[in-house]
């Protein structure tokens, strides 16, 4: 009897299918986006504001937010983990900066895929 292989996700970024094989390879269990916390409300009750941190690691019971966007563009997701920090305490959430990322994709191996990080095409690609 086979057993069926899960499907991977559609991953918004390169960077999260890599940091995915990371994972994959060291045994640790992730989820993809599983879920979104609202943040700001208008007057009606409707959110406005939400944030779907990339990855979430039970085992950790770690939320992950991995950004390659330049450190003067990050502000946006400062804000969105200060605000998940003060909303929701006691939700554990770790931001991967690009220098982060670049370093872990070396340290692993991935040089190939450490170049793009740094390069200006990485900005494009970033929500």
């Given at each position: 009897?086979?057993?069926?292989?899960?499907?991977?996700?559609?991953?918004?970024?390169?960077?999260?299918?890599?940091?995915?094989?990371?994972?994959?390879?060291?045994?640790?269990?992730?989820?993809?986006?599983?879920?979104?916390?609202?943040?700001?409300?208008?007057?009606?009750?409707?959110?406005?504001?939400?944030?779907?941190?990339?990855?979430?690691?039970?085992?950790?019971?770690?939320?992950?937010?991995?950004t390659?966007?330049?450190?003067?563009?990050?502000?946006?997701k400062?804000?969105?983990?200060?605000?998940?920090?003060?909303?929701?305490?006691?939700?554990?959430?770790?931001?991967?900066?690009?220098?982060?990322?670049?370093?872990?994709?070396?340290?692993?191996?991935?040089?190939?895929?450490?170049?793009?990080?740094?390069?200006?095409?990485?900005?494009?690609?970033?929500?």
């Amino acid at each position: 009897m086979s057993q069926e292989t899960p499907q991977q996700p559609q991953f918004a970024h390169k960077i999260e299918e890599e940091f995915a094989r990371i994972l994959d390879y060291y045994g640790i269990e992730w989820e993809y986006e599983p879920r979104t916390f609202p943040l700001v409300w208008d007057d009606d009750g409707s959110v406005t504001t939400a944030f779907s941190p990339d990855f979430y690691l039970p085992g950790q019971d770690l939320y992950v937010e991995l950004t390659t966007l330049r450190p003067k563009l990050i502000r946006h997701k400062n804000r969105k983990i200060r605000q998940m920090a003060e909303l929701y305490p006691d939700i554990n959430v770790k931001l991967f900066k690009r220098d982060d990322l670049r370093n872990l994709m070396i340290k692993f191996g991935l040089d190939g895929e450490a170049a793009p990080i740094v390069g200006t095409d990485a900005q494009d690609n970033d929500q």
